[in-house]
């Protein structure tokens, strides 16, 4: 049976950005979407404010969908919570097969740029831009952009101030990615995820910006990934 692949969004985004995947990496792992609270099907609910609660909502979740085998990935913010609950759901299904992250450091790495979460909302907009973290059309229409601003700021909060906890070290392998031109993240922060285990840390970076999903070196950087490390489980 393929593995299952549960991914992370980065800060403001839902699970409706994996839906390309299924189709994409169809061959060696069944995509598992994680929904946050606070948008898509889980609208209604308040985003939580303590990363703890968030990574042990999201862990009891997982838990009661895996059946075995399992890899976690992570963009950005979703880099950190696919960290987190590495660590998390060790006791009950083990450590996953591996861990895959784009756009961020090392969680040794405090965030690097200016943070995002207490900027007047036109200000945050213009940040925005410059990650290509929300569609342009989306940005000029407020009736539409609005509504996203609390759970994007409240995201974005507990990604820049997030701080490593004492955690063991992993023994699955690390798989990292960005962009060269991603303001978030660097070649040598990149490489910081090697302290995260015992198991090798590849790195990559390809050309593109905070947010590579869509560009064809991406694509062809996960279905590569995926082949190799699900061939070897």
Partial sequence: MRP????????GGSSAGFAPWSRRVAAH??????ELPGRG???????????????ADLATRIRAEADGPYLLYGHSFGAL??????????????EPTALLVSGRNGPGVAH??????????????????KLDGVPVALLEKPDLIDPFLPVLRAD????????????????????????????L??????HRWSEETTADCLVEII???????GHPAFVAWLRRTLSELTAEA
């Fill in 4 to 11: 299952q692949l549960f991914c992370l969004p980065h800060a």
């Fill in 29 to 34: 792992a069944r995509v598992r979407p994680v």
């Fill in 41 to 55: 099907t889980r609208w209604d609910e308040p985003p939580p404010d303590r990363l703890a609660t968030l990574v």
């Fill in 81 to 94: 919570l696919a960290y987190e609950l590495a660590h998390a759901l060790r006791p009950s299904l083990g």
């Fill in 112 to 129: 690097p740029a200016i943070p995002l979460h207490g900027l007047p909302r036109d200000r945050l907009l213009e940040q925005l831009r």
């Fill in 156 to 183: 974005a909060r507990l990604a820049e101030l997030y701080r490593r906890g004492r955690h063991p070290v992993l023994s699955c392998p690390v798989r990292a990615l960005a962009g060269d031109s991603d303001p």
């Fill in 185 to 190: 993240a660097d070649p040598a922060g990149l």
């Fill in 207 to 213: 050309p593109a910006g905070h947010m590579p999903a």
